[in-house]
């Protein structure tokens, strides 16, 4: 079911402020019993293979176990799992950490977990024969993401900003979630004009033809960043430090391992875990991967990487001008490659 980008902004603020409260007030699961927490929960994504996942079985996790206990739909609710309690680690678009932490939900990001280049990144597409060609063309128009508040709309802002429209122009532009299972469909069936797409779905559906790319994000930056960041929260951090200190590392090295071996090994690689855990036919759109995406050596944080997005929020009136720091919002305590 499409919903509007008005509605669910309301009820991601609102959701914000409820996260805010319940980590106040909700007793952390770990270390109660003065021993650190050895079995990480988390949300997985069926079909795919996370670094945390990766570093597992690749041994880099050493004593520390992964077990999830559903599937992910999006940064957002990552974050509010996380700061709840009802997941220990979560990923999130940096610009989604950003808004939580300024609404007093207590995460603490400790290495990156996706970004963008050449090879991985985020597109705009429409059917052949669309009136859509530039940013004026996107007043009045459905475009789908599959979440808000998060990296999608960001950069769909960003484009139609350089593209030169108003604020009052972009209002007009509406944004609709659609999940990323489904996103090339709904577009195909006319239930919405525009879609962002990447990885997997976008390869597929561009393998399928009939579909004009208008922009990606990669171009609107100028750039190859770190977009999103893994995180805890700061209570379990100060609970179980020597736990998230492994995490980190191991995540750190399955980046590396990740970045220096031929494709054709991490793709097997990355097959042999999904077979193992969702069955063969789960793993046959693996052979789409192309690369990490990581900008920086074992996903090292850098302040620039939250700085631009502070800005972004600044700008668009989200956020005062010094409400919060990149600072606030990260750690590289526990990264081997920060030293």
Request: charged share 25%.
């Amino acid at each position: 079911m499409l919903k509007s980008w008005r509605r669910s902004s309301s009820l991601l603020a609102a959701l914000l402020v409820a996260v805010a409260l319940l980590s106040g007030c909700i007793d952390d699961r770990v270390g109660a019993t003065g021993e650190e927490d050895k079995v990480l929960q988390y949300n997985s994504a069926p079909g795919s293979v996370s670094f945390p996942e990766l570093a597992e079985d690749l041994g880099y996790l050493g004593e520390v176990k992964l077990e999830s206990i559903g599937s992910t739909t999006g940064g957002p609710e990552s974050i509010q799992l996380t700061a709840t309690k009802q997941t220990d680690f979560g990923s999130a678009f940096n610009g989604a950490i950003i808004k939580s932490v300024a609404q007093n939900v207590k995460i603490k990001s400790v290495i990156g977990s996706y970004g963008r280049d050449k090879h991985t990144f985020i597109g705009a597409y429409v059917l052949e024969g669309s009136p859509i060609q530039t940013a004026k063309d996107f007043i009045g128009k459905k475009v789908g993401v599959n979440t808000l508040g998060a990296h999608l709309e960001f950069m769909t802002k960003d484009y139609l900003r350089a593209g030169g429209l108003t604020d009052k122009e972009i209002s007009q532009v509406t944004l609709v979630t659609v999940p990323s299972g489904n996103a090339e469909q709904i577009l195909r069936s006319g239930q919405i004009d525009a879609v962002l797409l990447s990885g997997v779905a976008r390869d597929r559906a561009l393998e399928k033809g009939g579909l004009i790319e208008l922009f990606k994000d990669i171009d609107i930056y100028q750039t190859e960043f770190t977009a999103g960041d893994y995180f805890f929260a700061e209570e379990y951090i100060k609970n179980n430090p020597n736990t998230v200190r492994q995490f980190v590392e191991g995540v750190a090295k399955a980046i590396e391992w990740e970045r220096t071996t031929p494709r054709e090994e991490v793709i097997q690689r990355m097959e042999s875990i999904v077979d193992k855990r969702d069955g063969k036919d789960a793993a046959l759109n693996l052979k789409y991967w192309k690369s990490t995406g990581i900008a920086t050596e074992g996903g090292v944080i850098e302040p620039e990487e939250y700085q631009r997005w502070i800005d972004w929020l600044v700008q668009s009136g989200d956020l005062k001008e010094g409400q919060v720091k990149p600072e606030d919002l990260y750690t590289n305590e526990f990264n081997p490659y920060a030293r």
